[in-house]
């Protein structure tokens, strides 16, 4: 298995907090106001206010900038097959997401077709032997159907639901080009300040063309499950891949933001796994890094 004891401990915590948020038995006597407005319904509510109004660019994912993060092990031979300019372990990571909404009127009021595009990048700030280059950078435009809802079931409501396609490339040629396409559908769950994603996903194979790498799925898995908790202060959220084998080699990203002003956010991530970059795909990747978030989940 891919993770370690020490890995599986803040796992099953993440789980258990979300249980005890879905038993019945474990509210309070005086229950909240079943009308407050959860941290989904904010996201929701801002989104539907701000979406068609210019100079407004809509978050997608978090974003982020982290100047540092240290990684236990790089991968030395993408970049540099003869080892000439080492790696730093230290870099700067940084996450650009945003969507757009292209109609609202395709199936009434409660859906909505967007376009996003995920830019995140790693950058050898530190590294003065080797000019400082932009190690990797992924792009990752998308088309999606977000359909609203509110289907409730044992005091959990399907919030909302997405269908769509994405397209992941690190632009470049040779030896080190990575790409893949994707068909996904994503299920939204939510109780009170917890927030649960399901998204499974198909890759389309490549027609026509040399597949730049075959195996991404045995890495990247057939999709990925994200659980997100937020209070007034603070949003802690996990996401987890496995590739449903035996010889699992799935992921783990732990997230934790509060505040730092009105408009910023602490930001602290912690990842274990493989599939963190596209060039990365296939190397076991241990990375910690602490910086800002202007958005993050919730």
Same mark, same amino acid.
């Given at each position: 298995?891919?993770?370690?004891?020490?890995?599986?401990?803040?796992?099953?915590?993440?789980?258990?907090?979300?249980?005890?948020?879905?038993?019945?038995? +474990?509210?309070?006597?005086?229950?909240?106001?079943?009308?407050?407005?959860?941290?989904?319904?904010?996201?929701?509510?801002?989104?539907?206010?701000?979406?068609?109004?210019?100079?407004?660019?809509?978050?997608?994912?978090?974003?982020?900038?982290?100047?540092?993060?240290?990684? %236990?092990?790089?991968?030395?031979?993408?970049?540099?097959?003869?080892?000439?300019?080492?790696?730093?372990?230290?870099?700067?990571?940084?996450?650009? %997401?945003?969507?757009?909404?292209?109609?609202?009127?395709?199936?009434?009021?409660?859906?909505?077709?967007?376009?996003?595009?995920?830019?995140?990048?790693?950058?050898?700030?530190?590294?003065?032997?080797?000019?400082?280059?932009?190690?990797?950078?992924?792009?990752?435009?998308?088309?999606?159907?977000?359909?609203? +809802?509110?289907?409730?079931?044992?005091?959990?409501?399907?919030?909302? +639901?997405?269908?769509?396609?994405?397209?992941?490339?690190?632009?470049?040629?040779?030896?080190?080009?990575?790409?893949?396409?994707?068909?996904?559908?994503?299920?939204?769950?939510?109780?009170?300040?917890?927030?649960?994603?399901?998204?499974?996903?198909?890759?389309?194979?490549?027609?026509?063309?040399?597949?730049?790498?075959?195996?991404?799925?045995?890495?990247?898995?057939?999709?990925?499950?994200?659980?997100?908790?937020?209070?007034?202060?603070?949003?802690? %959220?996990?996401?987890?891949?496995?590739?449903?084998?035996?010889?699992?080699?799935?992921?783990?990203?732990?997230?934790?933001?509060?505040?730092? %002003?009105?408009?910023?956010?602490?930001?602290?991530?912690?990842?274990?796994?493989?599939?963190?970059?596209?060039?990365?795909?296939?190397?076991?990747?241990?990375?910690?890094?602490?910086?800002?978030?202007?958005?993050?989940?919730?």
């Amino acid at each position: 298995m891919l993770l370690s004891k020490s890995l599986r401990r803040p796992a099953v915590a993440y789980g258990l907090l979300f249980l005890a948020g879905l038993l019945p038995g +474990n509210l309070p006597a005086a229950e909240a106001d079943k009308t407050a407005e959860t941290p989904l319904d904010k996201r929701v509510r801002i989104e539907r206010e701000t979406r068609f109004q210019e100079f407004v660019l809509t978050p997608h994912r978090p974003n982020y900038l982290l100047p540092l993060t240290y990684n %236990s092990r790089p991968n030395q031979p993408p970049l540099d097959p003869q080892k000439e300019a080492e790696l730093d372990e230290t870099e700067v990571k940084f996450q650009i %997401s945003i969507k757009m909404p292209i109609t609202d009127e395709l199936f009434g009021d409660e859906s909505t077709l967007y376009a996003a595009y995920t830019n995140q990048s790693y950058w050898q700030a530190y590294n003065d032997d080797n000019s400082q280059p932009f190690r990797e950078t992924n792009h990752e435009p998308e088309l999606f159907l977000l359909m609203q +809802n509110d289907w409730q079931w044992l005091g959990v409501t399907n919030k909302m +639901n997405t269908i769509g396609i994405s397209h992941q490339s690190n632009g470049r040629s040779g030896d080190r080009s990575r790409s893949w396409n994707r068909v996904y559908a994503e299920f939204i769950l939510e109780r009170k300040n917890f927030y649960l994603s399901f998204k499974p996903w198909l890759r389309l194979e490549s027609s026509g063309q040399q597949d730049d790498n075959p195996d991404i799925e045995h890495y990247m898995g057939k999709g990925e499950i994200r659980l997100a908790y937020a209070n007034e202060k603070h949003t802690l %959220s996990m996401m987890l891949r496995n590739n449903l084998k035996n010889d699992n080699r799935g992921a783990v990203e732990l997230n934790w933001s509060f505040p730092m %002003s009105r408009r910023a956010r602490w930001f602290i991530q912690y990842f274990d796994g493989y599939g963190e970059s596209l060039i990365d795909y296939n190397a076991r990747v241990k990375r910690v890094g602490i910086g800002i978030a202007l958005t993050d989940w919730l």
